[in-house]
């Protein structure tokens, strides 16, 4: 959603470091340059002229300290992440659990904001956590409304209160009633209640979310809004806070190409923090909403720590203390452990997103985009053909042997080559891990072995760094003056 936003950051920095010591009207030309950058990606007006605001006191008041630097534009950089970091919320907020369970949460927002999907996913990653939520179809207005949660509760194995049929038969307000007393008998903790959208903002929406808030007494009222809609999403949400109230927001469709500005405009005009964002169509894609990780993101500096976690949770624990006790010793990486990174990331989900959470991945964004994910399907039947001994040791992959692992995979000789080049890069890559050269350590990833092998070996070019090699220097054609220059 941010590629707009983060490719004109770039930029901007990038024109930046070209300058070295930096002026006053440096600093000018970078704010104008961030205020466009805003104001294109659909960010408020008031709350851009704010941000730049900020960025440009604190850069001109530190320029003579910054000019001492060995890196002045870094230190701008900094400045520019921090400001983003503080108008994405700044701390990371977490759901208000109750002193006395039930914990109930009450959703609302527009119909089309993706309230009932976005119930089973905050349902499913409550319930990763321990919990045993409870899901109250409220919603008794949309068609099929009922329906849809109940198969959602189906798919994530939680159950769903549902008393009425809904498509217009049934008061919303007692089911909802009905739906925390259900879960105090059942010894439910958490209380996820649907409620009923509209097209658009209208009193009948606000009375009867207001009666249903004053019914179950929420410990969290929170707001699902449509990333998508831009300034639409912040007009929407202010008038819900002056008509129901909220205590935090939701943001669906993360994963779509609108420009973003919602996430950027929303927590500065109404005061309330992201809690959540839901990035896929996928049950899994949700996760919380962490204001620095985000800031990363947009600045191009990817999201290392979302990546090394979702690598945790993909692999088994014995298969990671495995891989990082392997990896810290030195020893060679084997294509046995390139396999089980392979499960890995089929765990992981869409690899599009996660080579997208590497740092400089905006300089391959087209590749990434065409990446298929049965590219990954297809290398694991490769390495699956090989016995024991050729994955531990490559080496031994002769002529022979490859046509018969090409022959068992149900692939050609050529990509069974490409495979074991490629790996051969990773193995590389690897060393110069462990010398501190590579990408950084993920736990889970054995330092990212697979994942550096990965691009390359899904024929995806390793992101550019933007240093270019040194040049070596020339001889003089004189003796004289060549002995001179080598003694």
Do not use: C
């Amino acid at each position: 959603m941010f590629d707009n936003l983060t490719s004109k950051f770039s930029s901007a920095f990038s024109s930046l470091r070209a300058k070295g010591r930096l002026k006053s009207g440096d600093i000018e030309e970078i704010a104008n340059e961030i205020r466009t950058a805003l104001l294109d990606s659909d960010v408020a007006l008031d709350v851009a002229q704010s941000f730049v605001a900020a960025i440009t006191t604190r850069s001109l008041e530190k320029l003579e300290e910054v000019n001492k630097g060995i890196n002045p534009s870094q230190a701008i950089f900094t400045i520019v992440n921090e400001e983003l970091t503080a108008i994405l919320g700044g701390n990371t907020r977490r759901i208000t659990m109750a002193k006395k369970p039930p914990t109930v949460i009450m959703l609302t927002g527009l119909q089309g904001a993706g309230k009932t999907s976005l119930a089973g996913k905050l349902a499913l990653h409550l319930k990763k956590a321990g919990n045993t939520p409870l899901l109250v179809a409220s919603d008794l207005q949309r068609p099929n409304a009922v329906t849809q949660l109940q198969t959602v509760g189906e798919s994530i194995k939680v159950p769903v209160f549902a008393p009425e049929p809904g498509n217009g038969v049934g008061d919303p307000v007692a089911v909802a009633r009905a739906g925390v007393k259900f879960a105090e008998d059942k010894l439910h903790n958490i209380v996820i209640v649907d409620t009923a959208g509209r097209l658009g903002v209208d009193q009948e929406l606000m009375q009867q979310a207001v009666k249903i808030r004053e019914a179950v007494n929420p410990d969290e009222v929170l707001f699902v809004v449509d990333a998508m809609v831009g300034q639409d999403a912040v007009r929407t949400a202010q008038a819900f806070q002056e008509g129901v109230g909220f205590d935090g927001v939701v943001l669906t469709k993360l994963d779509g190409d609108a420009r973003g500005g919602a996430a950027l405009s929303i927590l500065a005009k109404t005061g309330k923090p992201i809690l959540f964002a839901s990035n896929g169509e996928k049950v899994e894609d949700f996760d919380i909403f962490y204001p620095d990780r985000m800031a990363s993101r947009i600045l191009g500096m990817g999201d290392i720590q979302t990546l090394a976690e979702q690598a945790k949770r993909a692999m088994d624990s014995t298969t990671t203390s495995r891989l990082e006790e392997k990896f810290a010793k030195g020893e060679e990486f084997t294509l046995t452990d390139f396999l089980a990174q392979l499960e890995a990331m089929k765990n992981m989900g869409s690899m599009s997103k996660m080579l997208g959470m590497l740092p400089g991945a905006g300089a391959i964004k087209k590749q990434i985009e065409n990446f298929d994910d049965n590219e990954l399907i297809r290398t694991q039947a490769i390495v699956q053909s090989m016995t024991p001994a050729e994955r531990n040791d490559p080496k031994v992959l002769n002529g022979s042997r490859r046509a018969r692992i090409a022959k068992g995979s149900g692939r050609q000789v050529s990509e069974v080559n490409n495979l074991v080049d490629r790996f051969a890069a990773a193995q590389k890559m690897m060393k110069q891990m462990r010398s501190g050269k590579g990408m950084p350590n993920i736990p889970g990833l054995g330092g990212m072995a697979g994942m550096g092998g990965m691009p390359a070996g899904m024929g995806l070019p390793a992101p550019r760094t933007g240093q270019n090699p040194p040049k070596k220097k020339s001889k003089s054609g004189n003796p004289a003056k060549r002995a001179a220059e080598q003694g």
